[in-house]
Structures are given as structure tokens and as C-alpha cells.
């Protein structure tokens, strides 16, 4: 939500959601539009994340022939093998993939030979599937959302967006006039009508759960 705030051309956004996705499915992304992505898939038994990393050192094109890296897919459960053959989600172009059923008591991924660890310029340890990098935003706190926005789009509308704003939306509450205005001036509330209901986000007067 505060991605359509930001930045009301979809094309040009990181972060996406689509709460009806398909019948009993909903849909998270990320591009960021240099090769990068990543896909959340929420169905009725839990959430199934694919990720690519086009640097990582288990890139299928680093393989010969291009191939996604052994045991990176060989586990995903049938719970959601509607994600593997997903076009959208160009499974071919796979670095690492999550999943968790309700019910679990943590995060699982398949039994990967990881190569050799490289260091970054720095003397880091490079992340070898990319998800390291990835995930980090997903940590549920405002700060993070914030310096990200804050350096992706500097001068433009990132400099009015407040940890203030940011927490509004990371609560939930519904979206005002007035919060709208105060992040991009130049955008109605009325013009993401189509965002809020294609996002699921609450509108003000909404009954609650």
C-alpha cells in the first residue's frame, strides 16, 4: 500500500499484492527491476516463497546446461505445487524457495549441497542463494520500510514519507485524505480506489473481523 502511494504507476513499483490472486490464493511480489524477484504465494495451507537472486553464486545461469540448483525445488510439498508451474512466477529462474503450512513450527526449504562460501569485497560472506538480501525488508518493522523508501526514491515523494505514515499503514488503520496528501501531494485518495481493493486494505467504516 504505501508502494501505490509512492509510486501510482504499478510498472515502476517494488512491492505488490493482490488479495484475490485466484479462487482461495493470494499474491505477494517483489521486482526491483534489475533482474531481481521475488513471490509469495498464501493459499489455505500456508505460504510458498520463490526467490531469484541474479547474482548468487547458485544462479541457474551459472550452470551448464541452465538448470535450477539441486534440492532447491526437489521438496516443496504438493500443498503448493500450483506455485511451481506458475508462469508468473518463472520458476525457472529460481535461486531459493521457503515454504511453511500452518501448523509448522518454522520456515523449510530442501536438502541443498550449498557451494563453496566466496567472500564479498568487504571480506563478507557472500549469500549464496540471494535470500539473505531478499528477505531482510520482511522483518516487520517500520524503520526497515522506511530507509528503503527513503533511498529508492530520495527527492521525489520519499522525502515527505515519516515513520509516523509508515506506522499508520504497518497497523493497518485506513488510509485519509490527509496521510495521502502528506506522503505524495500530488495524489487523490479516490485515484488508488482501484490499489486499495485490489491490495485488500482496509477501507475506513469497514467492519472488522
Known amino acids: 500500500m504505501l508502494d501505490a502511494i509512492l509510486s501510482p504507476e504499478w510498472e515502476y513499483r517494488y ?10 490464493e493470494q499474491m505477494g511480489s517483489m ?35 541452465k538448470a535450477v540448483w539441486p534440492g532447491v525445488l526437489d521438496a516443496v510439498p504438493k ?6 508451474s506458475e508462469p508468473a512466477f518463472a520458476m525457472e529462474d529460481t535461486t531459493f524457495c521457503i515454504w511453511r503450512q500452518y501448523g509448522d513450527e518454522q520456515w523449510h526449504r530442501g536438502v ?19 535470500s539473505g538480501d531478499l528477505l531482510s525488508p520482511y522483518d516487520g518493522n517500520p524503520v526497515t520500510y522506511l530507509a528503503w523508501a527513503i533511498y529508492r526514491f530520495g527527492g521525489l515523494t520519499g522525502e515527505n514519507l515519516t ?15 490527509e496521510l495521502v496528501r502528506e506522503i505524495n501531494p500530488e495524489l487523490p485518495l479516490g485515484d488508488l480506489d482501484g490499489d486499495i481493493e485490489e491490495i485488500g486494505y482496509p477501507r475506513r467504516g469497514a467492519k472488522k473481523d
Not at 512491492?15 to 482461495?24: D, H, L, T
Not at 500443498?79 to 511451481?84: H, Y
Not at 567472500?119 to 560472506?125: E, H, K, V, Y
Not at 515513520?163 to 485524505?177: I, M, N
Open 79 to 84: 500443498a503448493f505445487e500450483r506455485g511451481l
Open 163 to 177: 515513520l509516523e505514515h509508515v506506522q499508520h499503514v504497518y497497523d493497518h488503520k485506513p488510509l485519509t485524505a
Open 31 to 65: 521486482r526491483n527491476g534489475s533482474g531481481d524477484d521475488l513471490f509469495a504465494l498464501f493459499n489455505a495451507h500456508g505460504c510458498f516463497i520463490k526467490g531469484f537472486d541474479h547474482e548468487a553464486l547458485m544462479s541457474p545461469y551459472g550452470r551448464q546446461p
Open 112 to 130: 541443498i549441497e550449498f557451494p563453496p562460501p566466496k567472500l564479498r569485497f568487504d571480506g563478507a560472506p557472500l549469500d549464496p542463494d540471494g
Open 15 to 24: 512491492y505488490s499484492f493482490n488479495v484475490k490472486w485466484a479462487p482461495e
